[in-house]
């Protein structure tokens, strides 16, 4: 772990107590070198296993950094999350009984946090799952209930079937936040079951002959699923009640996920929630479409699972291609002006030094690199706006790679930080273990350390 103070910004000596006092407790566990970066897990943890979602914040290391922050800080009663992603921060909050709130651009992340961060839970979730699958096996139906055009490309026929039967018993539960926890299973049941390799976050087939020995009953696969999931539920609901944060069978504080992109306006949407007390958050490391691909991701199961059900926003129209949703992402389609590269060079140096020093190769490379850091920093500009004064932000970044070259992510941010007057407290350093990265992807080979970027907002 590496801890230090950037280069300090006029503040009241308050303030910078403040900001000692929380150096203080970063800094107790250094005599454990794995304290940042646990190797042993539990995959259960905060209903943490109900869906693979791409590049997951591990749940223990979310909670010490509230843990600290929490201990230095007092009055925090929210947490805010704009790249919500599966959750992670906003359940991590619930564990110390923080109001949460989240916004995703992708429809998969704000559905699998609804279903995490939900105050209400149905504590007979597991008969449901059980009453679904026997519907399930009784219908005789063959008709594929899925609108996506080349299903026979991802799907065998009797898996395509099976996968209907479900998604006709669900439609048939009457209550929303138990559909949403079965939709999330179902997602969970398509990435196991379809043709689709697991071994990337690509779209990317299985050869013929590998889809030819796979033997896969959905159904099956799906009542395994759903037990697993309605038990880490109820294991996590247990810990909050032991934790006094459930009050008559609810959480007790507000949570709220919305769908929508962090680049926009979200004054209105937040109307009566914002400001926010604490952002924790792990942003994208680069664009979509050749980083961390979420939305080809989730694609598959999208395609099966009611729209209407996850959000009113949610558009079909981001199915229209397997890229949409990643294009929609930051730096997926932004023309990059050059007003805006002497703009976005004048608040950070690093980004400058980075581009121009890049390789030519790939040709694209500099294109994609400047159109990210455009996005990124019009959601900076946002999202700081949702934070109350002197309020703190945890950032967990990875440092991608770009033809050989790795993108300083975290002292670009620093720096764009400071542009929107925030002050940069610390940085600290882990290792990645089991954060699941995409292996076939060239840009995963850089991101098996992360930075936690520590910053605060400061009072105008």
Known sequence: MSVGIAVPTQISPALANVDAKLLRELAKPAADPDFWSPKARDRSDSAHCIFLYPAMMVPVVQRRLLDAVLTTQSGVKSIYDPFVGSGTSLVSGMHYGLATYGNDINPLAVLISRVRTSREFDGSIR????KVVSNA???GSSIIETELKNWQKWFKTDVAIELSRLRRAIRNESDLWVRRFLWVTLAETIRLTSNDRTSTYKLHARSAEDIERRNLSPIKVFM???LKNSTSFHKFRRELH?????DNGAYCANTKIILADARDDLVNMWEGHAPFDLLMTSPPYGDNITT???GQHSYLPLNWIDFTDIDPAADINSLRTTQEI????LGGRTIVTASDEEALFSLSPTLKKFADTMSAHPKDGRVRLMRFYRDFSKSLEMLTRQLRP???MIWTVGNRNIGGQQVPTDGILGELLEGQRCRLV???????HHKRMPDRNASSKTMREEKIVLARKLAD
Do not use: P, Q
């Open 390 to 392: 002197n309020g703190y």
């Open 242 to 246: 032991n934790k006094n944060k459930i």
């Open 137 to 139: 096996e009784v219908d």
């Open 127 to 130: 008969a449901i799952c059980e």
């Open 326 to 329: 990643d294009r929609r992402g």
């Open 292 to 294: 961390v691909t979420y």
């Open 426 to 432: 610390t940085t600290l350093r882990r290792t990645i």
């Open 224 to 226: 395994e699923l759903s």
